[in-house]
């Protein structure tokens, strides 16, 4: 069993920053995906980013590049998603996830889900 706990989400001017981090505990086995999905109002939810084991492949949806970074310390069995240059666009539910390839859609374990809202 995996439990994914994650925290950073709040209210945020346009342009502004944030920084997601998701703690996973229990036996994820050292090869879990990590990263996250989202859900806007409206919308279905939807890949955000990924990042592998060894954080040598990256995945970022095409709305997100150039703008947000994931990162992971697999000592603290944690992932990062540091979010720069916020748009009102990005507003959305956020909800980490671990499993293997996530960019296909597919997670195997979700968090709790944080509220990001960026404001013009």
């Known amino acids: 069993q995996v439990q994914l706990v994650e925290s950073g989400g709040g209210l945020v001017q346009a342009g502004g920053s944030l920084r997601l981090s998701c703690a996973a505990s229990?036996?994820?086995?050292?090869?879990?995906?990590m990263g996250w999905f989202r859900q806007a109002p409206g919308k279905e939810r939807e890949f955000v980013v990924s990042i592998n084991w060894s954080g040598g492949s990256t995945y970022y949806a095409d709305s997100v590049k150039g703008r947000f970074t994931i990162s992971r310390d697999n000592a603290k069995n944690t992932a990062y998603l540091q979010m720069n240059n916020l748009k009102p666009e990005d507003t959305a539910v956020y909800y980490c996830?671990?499993?293997?390839?996530?960019?296909?859609?597919?997670?195997?374990?979700w968090g709790q889900g944080t509220q990001v809202t960026v404001s013009s």
């Open positions: 229990g036996r994820t086995g050292s090869y879990y995906t």
């Open positions: 996830a671990a499993g293997p390839q996530l960019r296909l859609g597919v997670s195997d374990y």
